[in-house]
């Protein structure tokens, strides 16, 4: 059994730090990227509080040759299979390369809405020798939800994780 529990009451950055620790033990020597994907997904969902939606979308290329973003493991409500780049906020970010912090996306263009309960959005891309090969996405259904703490914690797990997946 794994038993991978956040303390109660961190501050954010002990919180991602432990939550680096434990996704960097479950994977370590496991080359099956869905496997991690999926219990990634799942560590971030016990580890990150308030969310409705945490997990993956992988970057692959579809019949055009065109790079798309095509679901992976998560934790959540069923969500849309395949996202072109440049659209919404996680084809925007696997598009530009750049993390997307969203407090609010009903004023984000272009937001995908999976489930009608998010209010907040982060989303950040998985870079592998410079080149974006996924990105983990999270919901809230509080606005505001994500802070600089969040993003920098999500940023430092998607280093953690980026040869694993
Ligand atoms: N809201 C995302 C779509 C994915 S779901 O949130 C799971 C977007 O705008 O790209």
Redesign the pocket.
């Known amino acids: 059994m794994y038993d991978f529990q956040p303390d109660s009451d961190l501050d954010p950055a002990e919180r991602y730090r432990q939550l680096a620790d434990a996704a960097d033990a479950l994977t370590n020597g496991e080359i099956d990227a869905i496997a991690n994907m999926a219990n990634i997904a799942a560590l971030m969902w016990e580890f990150i509080p308030d969310l409705n939606?945490a997990?993956f979308?992988r970057v692959v290329s579809n019949r055009e040759e065109a790079d798309e973003?095509v679901?992976g493991p998560?934790v959540?409500r069923p969500?849309?299979i395949r996202?072109p780049f440049h659209?919404?906020?996680?084809?925007?970010a696997a598009a530009s390369g750049e993390t997307q912090l969203v407090h609010d996306?009903h004023a984000?263009a272009?937001?995908?809405?999976?489930?009608a309960a998010?209010r907040s959005?982060l989303?950040v891309p998985i870079r592998v020798s410079g080149a974006v090969k996924a990105v983990i996405?999270l919901?809230s259904p509080m606005a505001g939800r994500f802070t600089g703490d969040d993003a920098a914690g999500v940023e430092r797990l998607a280093e953690t994780i980026a040869d694993r997946i």
């Open positions: 939606w997990g979308y973003l679901l998560f959540g969500a849309c996202i659209q919404g906020v996680c084809g925007t996306v984000f272009g937001h995908i809405a999976c489930d998010s959005e989303v996405d919901d």
